[in-house]
């Protein structure tokens, strides 16, 4: 009765779409085709294209963060982001539990560990509050920076997630941050397009990084990119993606261990299509929100996770989340969903239940784990309301 009540809700919202239905489709058309096409036929299909350019100028005019640097994808772009932020092989990174594991596997990458903090019910980002209190009892001042009194390790870095596109309450945890001199790193992966108080997400951060993965709001296929307000971190952020190339007209130099993480140009140019519709995506991704919030009023077992007070997110991803009770429901939703051609998703297993972070450094995650236990999230596409309203 009740997962049929759940699945009814959804149904009344996709109404006519053919199945299947799947949970995040890019809206691709014929400018997205042209613009690709003019890429090749111009023979600028590497980072070197001025596509590339072109569409970090428009992700700064959309963000209002001055200095965007594109790279092949949202995971390069942390990884990179948290070296330019100071982690250094031995430190940990604060990050939520309930993320994608790209959050853990960039700083491992960069050499550290995570550490995992709780979620707030209300924003499903990271619990100040409980961050908090998690440090006044973990940490002490260091030389460099508060020190793990537990494993001796630095803590170099915090990442909050904007999960879903939803903004975690950043100002209380900027404060946090600057208060025990913690380098804020803030993955906006799911949020172009979200704004809490007037401000984008990754505005509160001394680097963000965005995806343009083929499932994110603004796809290239691949990429990503870090954005900043300090014009020194873009340079070393460009020069090090650029396997640390000295300029030069001749000469063919390195002056570190670089990467080579830059954006190519073909999918820069599919990226500046893309973000000519942004404002439409936005539109449309709000009157499907609107439309589920709408259509849960009647469902006894969910709600639909609303948009946290002050902000106005992107609604990447639609979540319900299943009241305490009925949580034993969930994968039979899911599995009713698939056999009727509707693809929904719970959340990700938190990172501390994978086997390579099960050994990490984590607080009490019991919200985090309400969450994970409660969340199924909604077919969303962008394309979706087109279909379903001609
Ligand atoms: C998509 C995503 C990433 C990684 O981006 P890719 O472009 O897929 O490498 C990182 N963090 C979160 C929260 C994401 O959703």
């Given amino acids: 009765m009740s997962v049929d009540g759940f699945l009814t809700a959804v149904e009344d919202v996709l109404h006519g779409t053919p199945r299947p239905v799947h949970l995040h489709e890019p809206l691709?058309?014929?400018?997205?085709?042209?613009?690709?096409?003019?890429?090749?036929?111009?023979?600028?299909?590497?980072?070197?294209?001025?596509?590339?350019?072109?569409?970090?100028?428009?992700?700064?005019?959309?963000t209002g963060i001055?200095?965007?640097?594109?790279?092949?994808?949202?995971?390069?772009?942390?990884?990179?982001?948290?070296?330019?932020?100071?982690?250094?092989h031995g430190d940990e990174v604060i990050m939520p539990a309930l993320t994608f594991a790209a959050t853990a596997n960039a700083a491992v990458q960069a050499g550290a560990v995570p550490h995992f903090a709780d979620s707030?019910?209300?924003?499903?980002?990271?619990?100040?509050?409980?961050?908090?209190?998690?440090?006044?009892?973990?940490?002490?001042?260091?030389?460099?920076?508060?020190v793990n009194r537990l494993t001796g390790r630095r803590i170099a870095?915090?990442?909050?997630?904007?999960?879903?596109g939803h903004s975690p309450d950043m100002e209380a945890l900027a404060a946090i941050a600057a208060r025990h001199a913690i380098p804020l790193v803030e993955d906006t992966?799911?949020?172009?397009?979200?704004?809490?108080?007037?401000?984008?997400a990754g505005g509160h951060g001394l680097l963000s990084v965005l995806s343009f993965n083929g499932n994110k709001i603004v796809t290239t296929g691949g990429g990503g990119a870090?954005?900043?307000?300090?014009?020194?971190?873009?340079?070393?952020?460009?020069?090090?993606s650029t396997t640390a190339k000295k300029p030069h007209p001749w000469r063919f130099e390195h002056d570190e261990t670089g990467f080579n993480y830059r954006m190519p140009g073909v999918n820069a140019a599919l990226g500046v299509a893309q973000l000519e519709r942004l404002q439409d995506f936005l539109e449309r991704k709000r009157r499907?929100?609107?439309?589920?919030?709408?259509?849960?009023?009647?469902?006894?077992?969910?709600?639909?996770f609303p948009e946290p007070d002050g902000t106005r997110g992107n609604h990447w991803l639609n979540a319900a989340l299943l009241h305490e009770e009925h949580c034993g429901l969930r994968d039979a939703i899911l599995e009713e969903g698939i056999r009727r051609?509707?693809?929904?998703?719970?959340?990700?297993?938190?990172?501390?239940?994978?086997?390579?972070?099960?050994?990490?450094?984590?607080?009490?995650?019991?919200?985090?784990?309400?969450?994970?236990?409660?969340?199924?999230?909604?077919?969303?596409?962008?394309?979706?309301?087109?279909a379903a309203h001609g």
């Fill in 226 to 240: 870090i954005l900043t307000s300090d014009p020194e971190l873009a340079a070393r952020a460009r020069h090090l």
């Fill in 189 to 200: 992966a799911e949020a172009l397009g979200s704004s809490a108080n007037g401000r984008h």
């Fill in 120 to 146: 707030d019910p209300r924003t499903l980002g990271l619990d100040p509050a409980a961050l908090e209190a998690h440090l006044e009892q973990t940490v002490s001042p260091g030389p460099q920076g508060p």
């Fill in 66 to 88: 001055p200095h965007a640097v594109a790279m092949v994808n949202g995971t390069a772009a942390l990884h990179l982001a948290l070296i330019l932020a100071g982690v250094r």
């Fill in 28 to 62: 691709m058309g014929e400018a997205e085709a042209c613009a690709m096409a003019e890429c090749a036929r111009s023979g600028w299909v590497s980072y070197a294209s001025p596509e590339v350019a072109r569409f970090e100028a428009m992700l700064s005019q959309a």
């Fill in 157 to 164: 870095a915090l990442v909050p997630v904007h999960v879903f």
């Fill in 288 to 304: 499907l929100a609107t439309r589920y919030q709408e259509a849960f009023r009647r469902v006894a077992c969910a709600a639909m």
């Fill in 341 to 386: 051609g509707v693809h929904m998703r719970p959340a990700w297993t938190l990172l501390h239940r994978l086997p390579m972070y099960a050994a990490c450094p984590r607080a009490n995650l019991a919200q985090a784990e309400s969450l994970e236990r409660r969340i199924i999230c909604l077919p969303s596409s962008a394309g979706l309301m087109e």
